[in-house]
């Protein structure tokens, strides 16, 4: 069964800080993977696109790694910001037709 | 660029009522829209997709004669919840594709929030 798992469910840290996010996936035939970040009661945005082939993937003080042989993805913000308070969600294509597989997201709340 | 814009943005209206919400692609053509629905704390759920000029494909277990979604043209689509109950309470949330299928990058819009009394 295609599932994406994340972890850790919620996360509170003090501004400034880094942080790193997990996604575990058991998903086949992979084609991409996404990170999204969604503020409160707005819409994802797009941080990264990853295919098999790409390990790392930076936006900004966002980086995301791939492990296609262990499945696994992170995505690492660096240097914290009040305004980096959001869901971020790990989204892995997957199949024929490349349905989109969606993780349950990780709540991020920075603190001043 | 890649900007999607959702319509209204929050609706509140009385059981029984159809409510009709919108949206447009600004800056480009989207061959495919997705229609999505998100419940607190949880991720979204995909409802339908839809290709300019055709019929929407639903997923299992969403209504169609519930949920009537109509993609007339390249920059706009709209979902149509027809006799809204308080279950079809949440957040809906379009996204937009200039390409077909799940493998082109998705630019999402705002959401709106319904609520039905």
């Known amino acids: 069964k295609n599932q994406v798992e994340q972890s850790p469910q919620s996360l509170i840290i003090l501004e400034g800080k880094n942080c790193t996010l997990q996604?575990?996936?058991?998903?086949?035939?992979?084609?991409?993977l996404r990170w999204y970040k969604q503020d409160t009661g707005r819409g994802p945005v797009s941080l990264t696109i990853?295919?098999?082939s790409e390990n790392t993937k930076s936006n900004g003080r966002y980086t995301a790694t791939l492990d296609a042989d262990t499945k696994q993805s992170s995505l690492h913000i660096t240097a914290s910001q009040l305004s980096d308070s959001a869901s971020y969600i790990c989204?892995?294509?997957?199949?024929?037709?490349?349905?989109?597989?969606w993780g349950a997201g990780t709540k991020l709340i920075i603190k001043p | 660029g890649a900007v999607v814009s959702q319509h209204p943005s929050r609706v509140i209206c009385k059981s029984g009522t159809s409510v009709k919400i919108e949206c447009r692609s600004l800056?480009?053509?989207?061959?495919?829209m997705f229609w999505y629905r998100q419940f607190p704390k949880k991720s979204l759920m995909l409802m339908a997709t839809?290709?300019?000029?055709?019929?929407?494909?639903?997923e299992q277990g969403v209504e169609k004669d519930k949920f009537l979604i109509n993609h007339a043209s390249l920059t706009l689509s709209t979902l149509t919840v027809t006799s809204a109950h308080p279950e079809d309470s949440s957040f809906y949330i379009c996204?937009?594709?200039?390409?077909?299928?799940?493998?082109?990058?998705?630019?999402f819009g705002d959401g709106t929030r319904l609520s039905i009394l």
């Open positions: 839809s290709n300019e000029g055709s019929k929407a494909t639903y």
């Open positions: 990853m295919t098999f």
């Open positions: 800056d480009f053509q989207a061959t495919t």
């Open positions: 989204v892995v294509s997957a199949g024929s037709n490349y349905q989109l597989i």
């Open positions: 996604c575990n996936y058991t998903v086949s035939p992979f084609s991409n």
């Open positions: 996204s937009a594709s200039p390409g077909q299928g799940f493998n082109q990058p998705q630019h």
